[in-house]
């Protein structure tokens, strides 16, 4: 009998109801003890949802996120925090935002203006941010188990047959950072101890399986990190619970025998991405072992093949027998929790997906097929490959013309007319900027009443005319500030964008959207992915009204700005019938469009965001040619059909780009922007050894805190990027977008970002 098990479930809400507690609970607007109330009723929500399945995970529920919890359970917390007022929560959101959820009052007698937010960086090559845990060598490790006990007691009480979930050790180093430059293996021995204690602990409490994640073995490993594997895998076999080592987000290939030798009771694979990974595995695995295989696709929404994957599943599933689980192939904290709650959403292409809940359901119809035969589940069978067919059959998938027009791409399309060198004084002297320039990343805060008109406009109760003249007075609002803070290149504020991808999406044919298809990016922070089903045209231009009116209200130069190809491509749900490459050489052609016609209406600065290029990477370093060749090819065919005088930045952020400044570098930008502060200018590294051509802007205020960074801080921010980059070639300015802060700190904060920029002028002119 196969056995049915997830990996992890969205931990938000259908309706985002984390987030509206988690923001009230730091605005001081409802208690510590509701916020723990809700979190308490999602877990029970979500573990009914899962009650048809043979094992629930549990402890995969986080009020920030799953690495944070880690670390706090590990005891593994940064010495910035340690020994303040407060319990353990506050603590808890010190390091993942800086300040906990008191009163200002309070915050400033506990620890001033606030202290450092823990790092955040992506989870390996998905829009999932996670706070980086922090080692050095005095690192020691002591076990909090009490909130991974508590939701187990809480899920033993609704009768769930819980499986425990936690991050493994290998992992957990591997993805730390040591503060101090030591060697982050040094800390295994420490750290061993504490995870076979935790073990310890979850057998005491009755528990037989838990599910041990070590997704770095899809990543190509030294000698010493396959050995650190091998290290604490024989150091935690004489646990009392059986160990289910989950890997997701790629195959294992070289490390298939590592992986399938090491002492646990059981192996999961993800068969979406890794089943290619299945004929070696099934000779290599010990016939004692557990073979979970992920055969729901956890990271996109289209319905899974269940006729198909049924002809490669059931003889595995008589081979195998009872030694057989199935799941999604990694958690469902990638996808949106039901496709029930979109009844708006355009009912053909509705009928081709799956959300988390909808994922549950088909692995069920598997399960019975499985056991029972597929003739017990042929309705569900019927309905699921009448959807199958009708998407590959359907004309909205498919647009020649498009097909044509990238087939016509040559090398002379990514191009600019002439190099760096030429471009950069000529656009000096049409910009007429300051020494050290001053600017921000696009967008300004998202205010109470523009989602109130956002929200009458779509409902029908505003019209085009006053929804118009609502977006005019927010973007006029913006540049009466920026004007009054004396930033020198100003943005338009994105008024009327809901997200930098949506809002494009919304534009482009070949896009679908949903109205609650929320998933969490970090913390409260939620992403709604359109839905790239077909062929990408961009019928008319999608933001050239909108700078226009803001560059009629101003004198100083005007950002036009845009979400790069690669950008849109990473953070959509892609369609999976033909190459990622060929959709974003769609999308590069269709930003192209805009770009040009931005620079006929007068646009001299143009921003194509490329955040997620990074983030797009194979986690292969042998597969990366091949994903930049093409990713930064169609940012140049987007970015460089404009004249000389034309300035084009970019902008990425929260990931680590040292070790592919070079694709950086080859994409041309004039100017890029990046974010540093959390890092402390750690990310300015690879200057050091990689005379980096263009102009950049290292991010100086941490805009995902809501702490307010100093005029000295910003300072010194901006020597130690001078110390590595011609400070001729610096600009100032945010690590990322405003939309998520407030005014009140807005403000303040680009004051002294623009006043830090004046200081740093007046000692250039002194020395």
């Known amino acids: 009998m196969t056995t049915t098990h997830n990996l992890g479930f969205p931990r938000i809400g259908a309706q985002r109801e984390l987030k509206f507690a988690l923001e009230a609970y730091w605005k001081g607007a409802s208690s510590r003890d509701s916020l723990l109330a809700l979190g308490a009723q999602l877990r029970q929500r979500h573990w009914a949802n899962q009650a048809d399945l043979d094992l629930v995970p549990v402890g995969d529920f986080a009020f920030y996120d799953q690495m944070l919890d880690m670390s706090f359970t590990l005891g593994n917390l940064p010495e910035r925090v340690q020994g303040f007022q407060g319990d353990a929560l506050d603590n808890y959101f010190r ?249 708006q959403l355009d009912a053909e292409v509705a009928s081709w997906l799956a959300f988390a809940l909808q994922k549950l359901d088909e692995l069920q119809v598997l399960a019975a097929a499985l056991k029972h035969g597929r003739a017990t589940v042929q309705a569900q069978l019927d309905a699921n490959q009448s959807a199958i067919d009708a998407r590959r059959r359907s004309p909205r998938v498919h647009n020649p013309a498009v097909k044509a027009a990238v087939a016509a791409i040559s090398p002379e399309l990514g191009q600019r007319l002439r190099p760096y060198t030429q471009r950069a004084p000529k656009q000096a002297a049409l910009l007429k900027l300051p020494a050290f320039p001053t600017t921000t990343i696009g967008s300004f805060p998202q205010t109470a009443e523009i989602r109130q008109a956002r929200s009458a406009y779509k409902a029908g109760s505003l019209d085009e005319t006053g929804y118009q003249a609502a977006m005019r007075a927010e973007i006029a609002r913006s540049v009466r500030e920026q004007e009054a803070l004396d930033l020198d290149v100003l943005v338009h504020g994105e008024a009327e964008r809901n997200d930098m991808v949506e809002y494009f999406g919304e534009q482009l044919e070949g896009y679908a959207f949903t109205q609650f298809g929320w998933v969490q990016s970090y913390g409260s922070r939620c992403v709604k992915p359109p839905i790239l089903f077909g062929d990408i045209r961009r019928p008319q231009p999608m933001t050239v009204g909108w700078t226009q009116y803001a560059q009629s209200l101003t004198q100083r130069p005007m950002k036009g700005m845009l979400t790069g190809p690669v950008t849109i491509l990473n953070w959509s749900f892609v369609r999976d019938d033909q190459p990622r490459q060929v959709s974003c050489y769609q999308l590069a052609l269709a930003i192209r469009e805009e770009v040009l016609d931005l620079e006929k209406a007068g646009v001299r600065v143009i921003q194509i965001d490329e955040a997620a290029l990074r983030e797009g990477l194979p986690l292969r370093k042998s597969q990366w040619p091949s994903y930049l060749g093409w990713a930064v090819e169609s940012f140049r065919i987007t970015a460089n059909g404009v004249a000389d005088e034309t300035q084009i930045h970019t902008h990425m952020c929260y990931s680590e780009f040292n070790d592919i400044i070079a694709s950086i570098a080859e994409m041309d930008a004039d100017v890029i922007t990046i974010e540093t502060s959390r890092s402390d200018m750690e990310l300015l590294d690879a200057f050091e050894h990689f005379q980096y051509p263009n102009e950049i802007g290292p991010g100086v205020y941490d805009i995902h805190s809501p702490n307010i960074p100093s005029q000295a801080h910003i300072e010194h921010l901006m020597q130690k990027a001078a110390e590595r980059i011609p400070a001729e070639r610096l600009w100032v300015n945010p690590d990322c977008g405003l939309k998520t802060r407030q005014w009140p700190e807005v403000i303040p904060a680009l004051a002294h970002m623009v006043a830090a920029a004046k200081a740093l002028r007046q000692a250039a002119v002194a020395a």
């Open 95 to 343: 390091v993942a935002r800086g300040r906990s959820a008191q009163s200002n009052d309070a915050h400033a007698a506990c620890c001033g203006a606030g202290v450092a937010a823990g790092e955040m960086t992506k989870w390996f090559d998905t829009n999932y941010h996670y706070i980086v845990p922090e080692f050095t060598t005095a690192t020691t490790f002591q076990l909090d188990a009490s909130r991974l006990l508590a939701q187990l007691a809480e899920a033993r009480q609704q009768g769930v047959p819980a499986k425990p979930v936690i991050i493994g050790p290998v992992t957990y180093l591997a993805l730390g950072k040591a503060k101090d430059g030591s060697d982050k293996l040094a800390l295994l021995p420490r750290l061993l101890p504490v995870y076979a204690q935790l073990l310890d602990t979850l057998a005491q409490q009755g528990v037989s399986w838990v599910q041990i994640d070590e997704p770095l073995l899809v990543t190509e490993l030294d000698a010493d990190w396959k050995h650190a594997f091998t290290t604490a895998y024989h150091h935690l076999k004489s646990s009392r619970v059986q160990l289910l080592l989950t890997t997701y987000f790629g195959p294992l290939q070289e490390n298939l025998h590592l992986a399938a030798n090491l002492p646990v009771a059981g192996l999961h694979l993800d068969a979406i991405q890794g089943r290619d990974d299945l004929p070696s595995l099934l000779n290599l695995l010990p016939s004692h072992k557990v073979l979970s295989l992920g055969v729901i696709n956890g990271r996109n929404i289209w319905k899974t093949d269940l006729n198909a994957t049924l002809d490669w599943l059931e003889p595995l599933a008589a081979r195998l027998g009872e030694r057989l689980w199935i799941a999604p192939s990694c958690s469902l904290l990638h996808v949106p929790v039901d496709l029930r709650s979109e009844p």
